[in-house]
């Protein structure tokens, strides 16, 4: 069964530095991965998703991801953050014979210092 | 505006009481998902539905149950057999559930139930 671990509880960041959020995943074939994001107390939003091609993913609100097979990872990244990117971001992935079932990481909590 | 609706916001249950948390989306999607989350544990699936009629136990189900009537609903029943629902539940949808998951999942903005 596929897995997924986001070894960073809570990051803490000043607003206008670069931010790295880490994912890394267990499945013994090509991944379905995605990322999402909660506001505290809402639903989650799809910032981008990876299934097969170019390993660098562009997603909304400035974010990208970066698929790396050899170190079974899906790194977040934005250049700049902004107050408003304070939220729980999560990691996903999917299996090819498990329909459009995802198995979640745990979060990790992001923090923007003014 | 197409999207999920959950209400309660927020639900308070007794000991030994039943209650039941609505999911409603008009985005005509087939499959649609309940998801339970606690702190530091992310979101586990408690039960989703391919298609009308149809539904399956996720890895969470006990103590939890579901129907799906109509396309559009998928209300969840947390029984007295759930000793521990405190939690946040997040219902989803998709367009479908068959072949690889490329669909994305739509999220609602989550019911807080909570034990008096």
């Known amino acids: 069964a596929q897995s997924v671990t986001q070894p960073d509880i809570h990051i803490t960041v000043s607003e206008g530095a670069s931010l790295e959020l880490r994912c890394n995943y267990s499945y013994g074939a090509t991944p379905y991965l995605f990322w999402y994001v909660q506001s505290p107390g809402q639903g989650l939003q799809l910032l981008l998703k990876y299934f097969s091609g170019d390993t660098l993913v562009q997603g909304i609100k400035g974010f990208e991801a970066e698929f790396k097979r050899s170190q079974s990872s899906f790194n977040l990244r934005k250049p700049s953050v902004h107050w408003s990117d304070a939220a729980e971001y999560f990691c996903a992935v999917g299996a090819y014979n498990a329909g459009n079932m995802l198995t979640f990481g745990g979060g990790t909590r992001l923090m923007v210092k003014p | 505006d197409g999207g999920i609706t959950q209400s309660p916001k927020y639900l308070f249950r007794k000991e030994g009481q039943n209650v039941t948390l609505s999911c409603e989306q008009n985005l005509n999607h087939d499959a649609m998902y309940w998801y339970r989350q606690d702190p530091g544990q992310g979101l586990r699936l408690i039960y989703y539905s391919q298609i009308v009629n149809d539904f399956q136990k996720g890895d969470i189900a006990e103590g939890y149950s579901v129907s799906r009537e109509k396309k559009e609903s998928f209300p969840l029943t947390v029984t007295s057999a759930q000793k521990n629902p405190t939690a946040f539940y997040l219902c989803?949808?998709?367009?479908?559930?068959?072949?690889?998951?490329?669909?994305?999942?739509?999220f609602g903005p989550g019911t807080r139930l909570l034990v008096l």
């Open positions: 989803a949808s998709s367009i479908s559930f068959v072949g690889p998951p490329k669909e994305t999942q739509y």
